[in-house]
């Protein structure tokens, strides 16, 4: 028996070490999708792929950097991990996502014995899929670059000139991707380094019990949060637009979930086959958007460990788009994600009503154009995703052109940054007014982004939510839903949503709204005005006002 | 003419600092802020360490107008201009969010509502060279509407106005031209010369919401000290640790933003040259709060931006790291596991221990059941201390986690203690420098109670607590120097590198600096300027700025290799890696001009001995020890822990096993075994 003094110094510097992780992966790395995008999550596991400290820029890769080290020791037996050697990973079936995440992860040894684990997963810009930076219209993993994993990356300490060769002969920015790489080895050493100070002050034996006590600690908040709620059968139901090859079919995502004492079961089995494009997700994946529901709703005080969503069961369907087999596409593998969120609160607000909030503007919303720039030569990819409207709850109105839930806490690109790295102009930048959806409170609005091209660009847009916008609750009404126009008012006007790799000429202009949140509550005394202008911002107003 | 002054005005108290040049001897003392008016506040300061204000040959001070402004969200009414299409530029604030797991997110709450942001024609590109003229039409009218519903300040930031500040500087002028001198005028380009619109807006709003207040309480000071017929130099602390003349604080007021809490790093930067140590962990403890900074080479850590309240600032600005884990920290029980922090009693009702109502225990309740705290010496013998009421609420919380109470109050500190040794750590992580090289100095009324635990924690080796360790801050201004940051925008690729170009931008940087620094009253042979260089690997973020040997360093030969390999030294001890072969650019250039005043001489007085100390018993390692209580003053020779020893404003606690001397500079020297 372990007291709470010594458990909560070790629990403190144990997450204490996830974050000097974090600092050292965000501050190292190479590429705006990283220190800028923070598309990344760092996690120090015990011997048995238990989480005893994560730090995560993207809320969906909560929870799942695990697998990695997990599924290397299931093919490799237990006996595979040496002192000095690291892994590397981008398998969509096994970490679930893109193959542009790239999970970097170590064993670490205390006094010669394995002791645990420490992984870093960051998106590389280019894995050399068929586009640069990604497709939008792959219908197969193949099309999506290079697969890796479990492979050794460092051996005794050593790059391994083999792979380190491959990976700079099949990407298209091999000097930032290995800078990236080592960025995360970096940051995989740092939590050695960290975990075998904790091991070496304490003793393992104390770092283990109080590793026992904190997970049940956070179980026990857990299940007593889960037993609050009222038995019973919760669904919620939406579609994503499309898969963006056949654009005339929305896809099904169905959600029940099942709250019975202190345990939750969430069934994802209801929602469409594996698709032709590339919307499919590994089950890994999955199960993490769930997770970020459950701890938006249940848990969100609670510290994250390996005592985490134990009483939580997440059921998929092998062969679904949200439990996918190769060879289906995987790049966008987030959006039903997003989806998916939203539903799980939709699902439980009737039980929950003093946490949930109504439907937020949906996900990713990106916008990608690259070419070779005229002014230095070069090639060059721009990425971006878009803010929109997040809906509104019952005492306060949806906040306006705020990043959505996957995207965790990316900031925008700035005018000034991107007008300067890439050859486009940003000409209007401003709110969508009267895009949140109507109610007692409202939605937040969603944004405008206008570009115009300096030079011929390949054009990607991934706009979604159209079919299924975002929702109002208790009577509050959806917000609008996306909408892209390709030279708006010009002799070439075109409305689009989802395009991959169109030319598009220097001086088209291209303009981008997203959707804004779902209102709350009847709209009654609340009239929502479709015209223009500004109206006053929506947190100075007085409800019903 | 002999004394130098130091005050740093603080929420509730004002502390002061004297050295008399003539007799060499520091005094401090504290006075009540008065928030009403904080001049009075700062002459009644005065009277306490100086008989005749003539005798004032140099003041300098710390002041909290413009922060308080800010919390208090009681600033001036700000009308800003924005760009053609970019009106929404500081409400969309990069709509990012810093908490995950939270539906109900809310952004900061802007300082301008949108409906006082006005649009205004004129666009440049990314080079600042024009595409569509200023609209001076626009200009016009925002200024009448400034005028007609009586705005106080107006802030302008344009897209690219810090590649090309023509279109700001055009509009400045109109707009002096139609509203006089009595509103204040903020150009962004003038408050920075770094790009993203967005922190660039955040930080000439700040400066407009902030400064007329600023102003007006600056030109107070100045008017009762020429009433009183005299002419002293009033300097002001910048939020980058070096000084300024109060006529430069008018101009940019919002460089004094945290001109306070900055004078402990400065003190820390004092305290490291009088050691002779190159680096110092400069900790800050009071009743709720826990600031961290570090000062690096010998030089204080100063970022080119910070987020203040949730605003985004770019300035040259002291790193200073808030820990919620201060004397008020709250400890509690969950789901079996004990907590202490991040929430804090607050003044109100305050730890158990204050008596006013307050029944969970905090840090300072475990110290005061620990007998750690002397109840005689308690918060400068200011208020009375309920020893049972802490008693009381730390045996309540150890029954409910299983602990014998001081068990649990012992564990409340470690805890605490662990905590902020953890935060330090991340801090030198971020570095690339490792504590157990540092020297940790501790401040403010808690920090050296708690600092030989930490230093412990860390593998620090040596505590320094300073003289009147609750008025380091306006001692730390006292020592510091005259500063003036300035910078010119400067992207290149190496490739497009032009050394000689680079060389001359330097030379009239250096120019410039010492001009500045001519203005504040600097003589001329104690001016230097130094100059440095932002640079990256191209596609990197983040730069490192890296120091230049002269301004004419890049015409020299071979300058880029020379520079490059500087570069990859800097980004192997900051990253742990470089990339020697790979293309770096550059992006900023630096000159800082810094003006030295004649430092204050450590002069210490004589020990008076003390015959008798008083001897309690204070837990340590779950056993009591019987532990003498002395007074620094009488402090003389080495000394053996366990000891207390107290002074006015903080209590050092000396654990069992360390060894303290006072030493030449009059430092408590704790010697932190491992």
Redo the contacts between chains.
Sequence with gaps: MIDPVRTEIIRCALVQAAEDMNTTLIRSSYTPVIYEGKDCAVALLDRDHNVLGQSSGLPIFLGNLEVCSRETELRHGPDVWREGDIWLLNDSYIGGTHLNDVTVYGPIFAGGELAGFAASRAHWIDVGSKDPGGSMDSTSIFQEGLRLGPVKAYEGGRPLRDLHEVIAANVRFPHATLGDLRAQVSCVMMGQRRLTEIISRWGLETVLAARDEIFAQTERMERAAIAALPDGVYQAGGHLDNDGIDLGTPLPVNVTITVSGESMRVDLTDCADQALGPVNCGAAQAVAAVRVGYKLLVSGDVPLNGGSFRPLTVETRPGSMLAARSPAACQYYYSHLGLLIDLVVKALAPVMPDRVAAASYGDSMIVQFCGTDPRTGKPYVSQEATVGGWGAWDGGDGETCLINNVNGSLRDMPIEVLETLFPVRVTRYETRHGSGGAGRWRGGDGVVREYEFCADVSLSLWFERSVTPAWGLAGGEAGAPPRVILNPGGAGERHVLKVNALPVRAGDVLRCETGGGGGYGPPAHHPVSEAAGPIPSARHRAPGG | MSYRVAMDIGGTFTDVVCYDEKTGTVVAAKASTTPHDLAEGVFAALARVVEDPADIAYFVHGTTQGLNALLERKGARVLLLAGA?????Y??A?????R????????P??LV???DVMEIGGRL??RGHELVPLDERSVRRAARRARDEGFDAVAVCL??A?ADPAHELRAGEILREELGDEVMIVLSHQVSRE?????RTSSAVLEAYTGPVVRRYLAEVERRFAERGLTVPVHVMQSSGGLVNAAYARRRPLRTLLSGPVGGTMGGVAAARLLGRRNVICVDMGGTSFDVSLVVDGRPDVSAEARIEGHPVLMPIVNLHTIGAGGGSLAY????????GPESAGAVPGPACYGRGGTRPTVTDANVVLGRVDPAWFAGGLMDLDVDAAGVAVAALADE???DPL??A??VC??AN??MA??I??LT??HGVEPRDFALVAFGGAGAMHAAFIARELGVSEVVIPRFPGAFSAWGMLEADVRRDLTHPY?R?QDALDGADMAGRFAALAAEALDALAEQGVPADRRRVEHAVDMR?E????TLTIPLRAAGEPAGPGFLPEISARFAEAHTG????A?PE?AVEFVMLRSTGLGSFPRAAAGVPAAHGEAAPAVRDVIFDGAAHATPVLRRAALDGELTGPAIVVEETATTVIPPGCLAVVDDNGFLIVKVDQ
Excluded: C
């Design positions: 299409g970019a009106g929404d530029v409400h969309i990069r709509g990012n969010r810093d995950m797991f939270d539906l109900r997110y809310r952004k709450e802007p509502p949108r409906e590109d990314w897209l690219f810090h790009w993203r619109e967005y922190e029980a969950e789901a079996g596991a004990l907590r202490v986690v299983g602990l068990s649990l012992e564990g470690a805890v662990a905590k953890q935060a750590r991340t992580v971020e992207f690729q690997y596609g990197q973020d983040y900051r990253y742990g890696h990339t790979a």
